[in-house]
């Protein structure tokens, strides 16, 4: 009187993890694959350097900091600045269309 024994079964094959990107499309220049990132995790310092428009970017890091993180800070960072910046300007209108015509009085009376 013994166990029945399972059919044994294959080890799932593992999934392949994609890597993540390390060169990225810059915010001023919109050049694709112009802005890398390099991280120096002993110093605990992130640059990020468009090699199109040199636009710079630098940030603290830890151990789990990845490249696309601190393009992301870098996003962040420059949206920050233009509403900063931005506030004291009015928004330039949307429409392309002129404006209506307004009338105060009436001529027709």
Known sequence: M???KKSSRKPAPSRQKDPL??????LFCHHD????VRIDKKEGVAQLVCKV???????KTH????PIDIY??????ADAAQR??????????SSSRP?????YGSDEE
């Open 72 to 77: 992301s800070q870098w996003i962040d960072a």
């Open 84 to 93: 900063e910046g931005g506030s004291s300007r009015r928004p330039a209108a």
């Open 63 to 66: 151990h789990l900091t990845e």
């Open 99 to 103: 404006a209506p015509a307004v009338s």
């Open 53 to 59: 428009c040199d636009q710079r970017y630098q940030s």
């Open 33 to 36: 694959k112009a802005v890398t």
């Open 2 to 4: 013994g166990k029945r």
């Open 21 to 26: 990107d390390t060169t990225f499309t810059c």
